[in-house]
């Protein structure tokens, strides 16, 4: 079998509240991704996907078990080496105003990404720019975050997040911090990138339609275990842990439309 890209092995997080009770946000927790594998993470409120999200991008220490990106493991590597892990692995956030710097324009955003290019940087950013779906590029160089609309802005962190070229995208819940209206748009542009640039994806998502749509394997979280995993189709249309029969039931399946409707409609 091919090494998994990422790896988490037996990860478990606990959180002390405030008033000094536990939560045991992610219990032991297993999960591997193939390289340009997409796999939809998907649960109710609080059942702990952040939290093993931001375990996988390093941004969090687990307490127990280990990540592995194509087989190192980052509490084993040094400063710079987990830079550059960070940068093979990039995260697309709900809100995107928040992992934008508010004083840079999109034209400083996207050079600063782009920094180990060293010519062309201009016309890289505009080729990007319009990429994303922001037309024509130059149009946005000199915009700030704020004089973009939510779409928008999460158009300029997807730029950013494929100017380093990484090889996973660990997003979570990236549509929802989008009107509804544009949703199936950046939907329709994260499969695109995953068509084109055969980057891997951990999608994080309480939208089972956007699971359908867009993952090759969905695993289901439920209060911190992963209760099941599978292709997605198996998971999704005939389920058989009762929390996810639950989670499916509650979505019109048949209704919903999936990836390739969507590019039809968008036509
Ligand atoms: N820094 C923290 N301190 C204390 N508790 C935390 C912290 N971060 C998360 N938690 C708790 O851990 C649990 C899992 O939270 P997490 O944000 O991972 O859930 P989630 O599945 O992403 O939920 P949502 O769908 O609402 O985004 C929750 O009970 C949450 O309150
Ligand atoms: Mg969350």
Excluded: W
């Amino acid at each position: 079998m091919q090494e998994p890209l990422l790896a988490l092995d037996k990860v478990t997080k606990t959180f002390r509240r405030s008033g000094g009770s536990i939560v045991n946000a992610v219990r032991s927790v297993s999960l591997d991704i193939g390289p340009g594998e997409t796999v939809a993470l998907v649960g109710e409120s609080g059942s702990g996907k952040s939290t093993l999200g931001r375990i996988a991008l390093g941004l969090l220490a687990p307490d127990s078990g280990r990540v592995l990106l194509a087989g190192r493991c980052l509490g084993d590597l040094s400063a710079a080496a987990l830079r550059d892990a960070r940068i093979a692995m990039q995260p697309i956030f709900q809100d995107a105003s928040a992992s934008l710097n508010p004083r840079r324009t999109v034209r400083e955003l996207l050079a600063q990404a782009l920094r180990h290019h060293r010519d062309s940087v201009e016309q890289r950013s505009v080729d990007l720019l319009d990429h994303v779906g922001l037309r024509p590029g130059t149009e946005y160089l000199l915009r700030f975050p704020h004089e973009l609309s939510g779409g928008q802005r999460q158009r300029v962190a997807i730029a950013r997040a494929l100017a380093m070229e990484p090889r996973l995208i660990i997003a979570d819940e990236p549509l929802s911090g989008a009107d509804v209206s544009i949703r199936g748009q950046i939907l329709n542009l994260l499969i695109d990138i995953k068509e084109e640039h055969r980057v891997a994806y951990l999608m994080i998502t309480h939208d089972i339609s956007i699971a359908r749509a867009f993952a090759d394997r969905v695993a289901v979280m439920m209060q911190g275990e992963i209760v099941e995993s599978g292709p997605a189709e198996a998971v999704l249309h005939a389920p058989t842990h009762p929390y996810t029969k639950q989670l499916v039931a509650a979505v019109p399946m048949l209704d919903a439309p999936t990836a390739r409707d969507r590019e039809i409609g968008d036509a």
